[in-house]
């Protein structure tokens, strides 16, 4: 029996038990009237079917309502998790200050594993969108600083504060990448790198050679103590890819405000 037939049934029991009952009440207040005993019976049968009725079909369908199946738990693989857990962290720092929001982003995406391009991707350079990189679970030295770049500018660091800077690693001897955080223009950048978890100023920083830097506003090219601007970012194809990349999947899957 469907819901509704439920509800309906129910509804008749009980239709006709407000028929009779004030009828009965009646005929048991005139304690003179004819029949009164066998109106009792019949009132009292009614009565007692009714209630079975109703009784039945409370423990069948709960009144009438559909009966909340359990829901399952859905497994999310590891992939999904991961992204699950950065929209929480976008969601969780949108509040925080630039430092907290600085520290938990590095600290989030450097508990992915590094992979070159060519085992990775198939590729001697390929720059990974954020939901790319932590459903594969790892990247290159590019992909963990553009992740962490995108990551500050959801959480609403400016861009001007944020910029992507190419080094010669010393310790390394080849070409690296990090970035670079500027409280003030002028100021000594914190350095966000995947090799060191610790986030120091570039000043501590005396294993690194920056060669030159950019953002979503420009480029520019490092010269001994000073940095002189080159001109767009547009003139960095991978970079100008990248972004054109994650504004789609931002467009597909929107994130969290």
């Not at 100023?201 to 030159?212: E, G, H, K, N």
């Amino acid at each position: 029996m469907s819901a509704k037939q439920d509800v309906q049934e129910a509804s008749l029991a009980i239709g006709e038990l407000h028929r009779v009952l004030p009828r009965t009440i009646f005929f048991m207040t005139d304690a003179g009237s004819y029949g009164l005993n066998q109106r009792r019976t019949e009132f009292f049968t009614l009565l007692l079917s009714a209630v079975m009725l109703v009784v039945f079909l409370l423990f069948m369908s709960g009144c009438g309502a559909k009966r909340k199946v359990a829901e399952e738990a859905v497994a999310l693989d590891a992939g999904q998790q991961r992204i699950a857990d950065w929209y929480a962290l976008i969601k969780e720092k949108r509040d925080a200050s630039e430092i907290e929001k600085l520290k938990s982003v590095n600290y989030f995406f450097n508990q992915l594993e590094f992979v070159d391009d060519l085992s990775h991707w198939g590729k001697d350079d390929y720059w990974a969108t954020p939901q790319e990189m932590l459903v594969s679970n790892g990247g290159d030295c590019e992909d963990f600083a553009t992740v962490k770049y995108f990551t500050l500018r959801l959480l609403d660091i400016p861009d001007e504060k944020l910029r992507l800077v190419y080094v010669k690693s010393l310790k390394l001897n080849q070409p690296h990448m990090v970035l670079s955080y500027y409280a003030e223009p002028t100021t000594d950048p914190l350095i966000l790198d995947n090799l060191v978890r610790t986030i120091l100023f570039a000043s501590q920083r005396t294993d690194l050679i920056p060669v030159y830097s950019f953002n979503g506003q420009g480029l520019w090219l490092t010269k001994k103590e000073r940095s002189e601007r080159l001109g767009g970012a547009e003139r960095l194809s991978l970079w100008q890819a990248l972004q054109s990349r994650f504004n789609q999947e931002d467009l597909a899957a929107p994130l969290p405000k």
